[in-house]
């Protein structure tokens, strides 16, 4: 039994607001949401994801945050703490955190390379949007360098997760994040001043709702979890490190905010240029690795831009994947009894395996494929459309139906200390209207309507 006065905490509100942001701005917001929205119709999309992370991710941020800190426990063992049939919640989060990091170490690996690239300016050496989308491609099915760049990223995600909680997590939560902020910005109004870039603005602003399909509605909802780190006990996890005077409805708000910001400043950066430079919006995961350089390529100082840009995105995904690690890490400590060091490399090494196994699966081994999906593929759509959303509907009916409402209320008071007005709007989300939206949305895309 681990007792709550054992474990490290984190320092004042900021820091609670860094941590909890730094796990959920990442290649979520600057990979993903792109590629998913551009595969997905832009604006509409843009529509139902905003009402998605309003609607359904702030109310569930925040149940996450409590369950994490009125128990200090791992996912699993707080849900267990609360009431023991509900601890397949947190398995579930543990494992989701597994499969999620073997196909986001390899994406973190490319970010490397890139970096790495921009460095050496051998990125700067070609023009086209087609050559880069050949250098990309060659670079994703090199058997060995992009297995090479996952396992660099596996040990520095190691080594921050192994200098502790405190040290660790905080202080690299701490670096570069306002930096990409203001990066992105420059970027957004370059992209929207090149040529032919109003057609991808149009894209991303002019909702179409008439492109709208059921599992529209379910990849923007899995979006969103995954964007702001929900559904899985990531949330819980990091909560149980907070202290006690940490408002948590404040932590969630802002930590909402400024994810759904990065990922409409990607958003901004991205479809101008893809218009402008002629690439599908429906390029899938290759879309940012594509555009990018083609935006850099034309800006002043090319290879400033490009060396800055990707450092920041590598600290943030970092930065995501220390939160991912973390997780598996706290159960292993605390449920197997392992010591923190054997905890983090046991995590290590699982996820390193499966990182290699999802690196190959893009090049050498693209012919083994499950459900018509390669392992990178089907890591990303499992998780992200699947064990997310499942994850998210059980979260919000154990937290407003069967946790002791005392229990909840106290964390988001702070035991009586703040007022939270609108208490009644947030119970009427959990209860009725986040499962029921989740339900109809799953029935839908199995076809009941
Ligand atoms: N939210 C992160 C991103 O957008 C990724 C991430 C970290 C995550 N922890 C998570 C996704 C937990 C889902 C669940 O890049």
Avoid at 120 to 139: H, P, R, V, W
Avoid at 372 to 381: A, E, S, V, W
Wanted: a positive charge; one cysteine or more; hydrophobic letters at 50%.
């Amino acid at each position: 039994m681990h007792h709550s006065h054992n474990r490290a905490t984190l320092g004042g509100k900021l820091s609670a607001v860094l941590v909890a942001a730094g796990s959920s701005v990442g290649l979520g917001n600057i990979w993903r949401f792109p590629y998913v929205a551009g595969d997905n119709g832009g604006g509409a999309f843009l529509v139902i994801y905003i009402l998605c992370v309003l609607l359904l991710g702030l109310p569930l941020m925040l149940a996450e945050f409590s369950v994490g800190r009125a128990t200090h426990r791992n996912a699993v063992g707080a849900y267990r703490a609360l009431d023991k049939r509900w601890s397949f919640l947190g398995y579930n989060g543990v494992l989701a955190a597994f499969l999620i990091l073997g196909f986001y170490f390899v994406v973190s690996g490319w970010t490397a390379e890139y970096m790495v690239h921009s460095v050496t300016g051998s990125l700067a050496k070609y023009t086209t949007a087609q050559e880069y989308q050949s250098i990309f491609e060659n670079f994703i099915q090199n058997p060995w360098r992009p297995v090479l760049y996952t396992l660099l990223f596996v040990l520095a995600t190691h080594f921050v997760i192994a200098l502790g909680v405190q040290k660790g997590i905080e202080r690299s939560a701490k670096v570069l994040m306002p930096l990409l902020f203001v990066i992105l910005i420059a970027l957004a109004i370059h992209s929207l001043l090149m040529p032919g870039g109003g057609e991808g603005f149009r894209f991303f602003f002019q909702p179409d709702f008439s492109k709208v399909t059921p599992s529209t509605l379910l990849v923007a909802l899995g979006q969103a979890f995954f964007s702001l780190s929900i559904g899985i006990g990531t949330m819980v996890t990091y909560a149980s490190y907070f202290k006690p005077e940490t408002n948590l409805r404040h932590t969630a708000l802002n930590v909402t905010i400024l994810d759904t910001l990065v990922a409409i400043l990607a958003g901004v950066v991205i479809f101008p240029a893809v218009f402008s430079v002629g690439i599908e919006p429906t390029s899938g995961p290759s879309l940012v690795f594509i555009t990018l350089p083609s935006i850099f390529n034309g800006m002043p100082l090319s290879m400033v831009w490009s060396s800055v840009f990707f450092l920041l995105l590598v600290v943030a995904a970092l930065t995501s994947t220390i939160s991912l690690h973390e997780v598996i890490t706290a159960y292993c400590h605390e449920e197997w009894h392992m010591s923190r060091r054997a905890a983090a490399w046991t995590t290590t090494a699982a996820t390193a395996l499966l990182g290699i196994m999802a690196s190959l699966s893009v090049g050498i081994l693209n012919g083994w494929k499950l459900f018509g999906l390669n392992l990178f593929d089907l890591l990303d759509y499992l998780t992200a459309n699947i064990m997310l959303p499942v994850g998210g509907l059980f979260t919000c009916l154990f937290v407003g139906w069967k946790l002791d409402q005392q229990v909840l209320k106290d964390q988001i008071t702070n035991h009586g200390a703040l007022k939270f007005r609108i208490y009644r709007t947030f119970i009427f989300l959990l209860r009725y209207l986040c499962p029921i939206v989740m339900l109809l949305v799953f029935l839908d895309n199995l076809g009941v309507f």
